[in-house]
């Protein structure tokens, strides 16, 4: 799942034109930003990447993501989990 500080409006146009298959939440007003820690910049989210187990226990956090190879990493350590 992503999150994103847009409008849903935004997001679902994001989401087809990138041909995206998985929800993509709206969070305009910051507030699960916020929550979360994650970093922003003038009303934009840091992208950052959380890793949430079967239980939902966050097993890796990227802060910052670094965009290439990162869905490879991400992949990977999935996979270690079992």
């Keep these: 799942m992503g999150a994103s ?6 997001n679902a146009a994001f989401k087809a034109k990138q ?4 929800p993509l939440l709206s969070d305009p ?8 820690g994650i970093r922003s910049d003038r009303g934009f989210a840091k992208r ?4 949430i187990d079967g239980g939902g226990t966050v097993r890796r956090v ?10 490879d990493d991400v992949l ?7």
């Design 5 to 10: 500080t847009d409008t849903e409006a935004d």
């Design 19 to 22: 041909g995206l298959h998985f």
């Design 29 to 36: 007003g910051g507030q699960a930003i916020a929550a979360l």
């Design 76 to 82: 990977a350590a999935a996979r270690d989990l079992g």
């Design 62 to 71: 990227w802060d910052p993501v670094q965009i290439d190879g990162h869905a």
């Design 48 to 51: 950052t990447t959380y890793l």
